[in-house]
């Protein structure tokens, strides 16, 4: 499995939209940066709705996803250590960079969209993903 996280930048297109703002709290390193991405059921885990790049500082990084339409999403993240724009893995398919998802429900094998969607309907959202 190959995971790239190629979409829209995110801009301020739909104004009435809502903002969501996802943390991550305890990166292991400060290298590389950590790639999010938004999807939708139909796109999940091939094409991202919108997609933010986080900078580490002190183990920390935050991205707002600005004006959201309405519908059920999922936010999957990775640490890109090596910066290469892709989730690396082992020979055996295991990921070898953290990968987190809202909700935080990471089990053997791809995250599923049923146990990583939320709800965007009239109020801004925050997520904090742990890895």
């Excluded at 339409?69 to 953290?98: Q, R």
């Amino acid at each position: 499995m190959s995971l790239t996280l190629t979409a829209q930048k995110n801009n301020d297109k739909n104004k009435n939209g809502i903002d969501i703002t996802v943390t991550i709290n305890k990166i292991p390193n400060n290298k590389g940066v950590v790639r999010f991405a938004l999807y939708t059921e139909k796109g999940f885990l091939e094409t991202p709705v919108l997609r933010e790049t986080g900078t580490i500082k002190n183990g920390k990084t935050e991205v707002t996803f600005k004006n959201v339409a309405n519908n059920v999403y999922s936010i999957v993240c990775y640490h890109d250590v090596n910066e290469n724009k892709i989730l690396d893995f082992m020979p055996n398919g295991m990921p070898t960079e953290d990968i987190g998802v809202t909700n935080n429900r990471i089990s053997f094998g791809p995250p599923s969209f049923k146990e990583t969607k939320f709800t965007v309907n009239s109020k801004p959202l925050n997520f904090e993903i742990k890895f």
